[in-house]
């Protein structure tokens, strides 16, 4: 019984062990990885992640709704506003936490050093459903304006390019939904193996996360160029349609002011938070930023300020040519210019999507990589993981792997489920973000802070707030994605003791 006892007692230790501060900051210190990133590095890998998420994906969805939740309509505004708002208090969290933990990993590390081994190991998962179902979703949406484009090539290149089969381009899901909603027949759209199985594949999807993951083994210096160029498009189309647009804006479309109620506002922001996981990536690449203590903090707050600036002006302009209900989900920008007679634009605009949408690609695959390779160092996943190639100094077999996952996920999910499980994610992590630093500022208050959050407790608990509040409110609403999450967060414990909780202890053992 006394043996029973120990061994329970010994059990729940190491579920709460935690990870030293001070062995962080010396693995930082002896870190393979290349330290080549500056502040103005972040604001572009930031910029790249958070503007073309929200702008070309989901905000038509946001404004206009689906089956499982009603639209803001203009009231997206508000709906930006409150996101941003969630976001300000997880992003200065974010900002004090990884300036004084400069290492790869982002919630998952800070987690190990605060709350011990399994709650890490939890975070380190939902982190995974964050980035890696994150990038489905951004790997679905480029394939469906990569598509839009190829059309404006209908005089130039052979139908079968231009006009390719939409099981070559979209998931069996959305599909299906397409054909219900229109009263069409599946079988004319889709094959059937042995006239029982649906069959569907992305290869656009496909083409796009092996070209990236190939960029990304190259190096995160030349990752982070090429991301460069592709903000640089973004911005300069999203800028070009705020100043195009604005001519055509038409007050009248913007009453009913709220269609939907506060229940719409309240749902917009659920969605449009999707786009500010963005930030979160900056914290990942920690590691490999020159001087992490300044540049991080910049980076983070830096990118919130002007994404959230060009949102709102994209969502006047947006609501303003277009009456809400008949703003396209798939592709709303160029869908608006299509509208009101400018197809020439409507075609640079899906050029410009294709930019955007690849930097956000890129990003989100290199915070799925880092994360998984701080886990991995960590001894809870096969050290083969975490090799990292001698002349690039990057992980690639991770790389290789994170690439798979959103290749093989793109073929089974449809854009709405993986962004909201996206959320779910997000939202969870910026919580345990803001509750780190409740914990950090009680247990090591000396410790060097070389950027510190204002008013604490009181941002830290606004923040848990805000984003407490809007998962506990679309639970009730989405009915899909609120059973999935619990069953991907169970899925993480059954791996973590069939394997993780046990290898851990072999492989320190060993030592």
């Not at 302009?317 to 009456?323: A, K, Y």
């Not at 993986?418 to 780190?436: D, P, Q, R, W, Y």
């Not at 247990?443 to 008013?455: A, E, I, L, S, W």
């Not at 414990?493 to 060993?510: D, M, S, T």
Request: hydrophobic share 50%; aromatic share 12%; net charge positive.
């Amino acid at each position: 019984m006394a043996n029973n006892t120990l061994n329970i007692k010994q059990f729940i230790n190491n579920l709460l062990e935690k990870k030293s501060a001070d062995e962080v900051i010396e693995t930082v210190k002896k870190s393979d990885l290349k330290k080549t990133l500056g502040a103005f590095d972040l604001i572009i890998l930031g910029i790249g992640a958070v503007v073309g998420t929200g702008i070309f994906t989901i905000v038509g969805s946001a404004i206009v709704g689906g089956l499982e939740g009603s639209g803001a309509g203009p009231a997206i505004i508000i709906s930006m506003i409150l996101a941003a708002i969630a976001s300000i208090f997880s992003a200065l969290c974010y900002s004090e936490i990884a300036a004084m933990f400069p290492i790869a990993g982002s919630a998952y590390t800070y987690t190990y050093i605060t709350m011990g081994e399994f709650m890490a190991w939890i975070v380190g998962w939902i982190l995974m459903l964050e980035y890696a179902i994150g990038n489905i979703t951004i790997a679905s949406a480029w394939s469906g304006y990569f598509a839009q484009f190829l059309k404006g090539f209908k005089h130039i290149l052979p139908s079968f390019v231009t006009t390719f089969p939409i099981w070559l381009r979209n998931d069996v899901r959305s599909i299906s939904i397409m054909c219900e909603k229109y009263g069409l027949d599946i079988h004319d759209k889709i094959p059937f193996i042995f006239d029982k199985i649906p069959f569907a594949i992305n290869l656009p999807a496909i083409f796009i996360v092996v070209f990236l993951t190939l960029i990304l083994i190259k190096g995160v210096k030349e990752s982070t160029r090429f991301a460069g160029v592709m903000v640089a498009i973004n911005l300069f189309i999203i800028s070009t349609f705020i100043f195009v647009g604005a001519k055509y804006v038409q007050p009248e479309n913007w009453t009913p002011f709220m269609p939907n109620g506060i229940s719409g506002v309240l749902m917009g922001a659920f969605l449009i938070f999707f786009a500010y996981i963005g930030f979160d990536a900056i914290s990942t690449t920690a590691e490999e930023t020159k001087n992490p203590q300044k540049d991080i903090p910049i980076g983070i707050l830096g990118t919130l300020c002007i994404c959230t600036i060009l949102y709102i002006g994209v969502a006047l302009v947006l609501t303003g040519m277009v009456p809400f209900k008949l703003i396209d989900i798939q592709a709303p920008i160029a869908h608006a210019m299509h509208y009101v007679g400018k197809d020439w634009f409507a075609g640079f605009i899906s050029a410009g999507a294709i930019a955007g949408l690849t930097s956000v690609l890129l990003v989100y695959q290199l915070g799925t990589v880092r994360i998984l390779y701080a886990m991995s160092r960590d001894k809870f996943l096969p050290r083969s993981l975490r090799v990292v190639n001698r002349k690039s100094r990057t992980p690639h077999v991770l790389t290789w792997v994170c690439g798979l996952i959103v290749i093989v996920g793109s073929i089974f999910m449809d854009l709405n489920i993986s962004a909201e499980l996206c959320n779910f994610g997000t939202f969870t992590s910026f919580i345990v973000i803001c509750i780190i630093v409740l914990i950090l500022r009680k247990t090591d208050p000396k410790r060097p802070r070389p950027f510190r959050v204002p008013f604490v407790p009181l941002f830290p608990i606004l923040g848990i707030f805000f984003c407490g509040g809007l998962i506990v409110y679309s639970l009730k609403t989405l009915k899909t994605s609120s059973v999935l999450f619990p069953i991907w967060t169970l899925i993480g414990v059954v791996i973590y003791f069939l394997y993780g909780y046990q290898a851990h202890r072999n492989k320190n053992q060993k030592r």
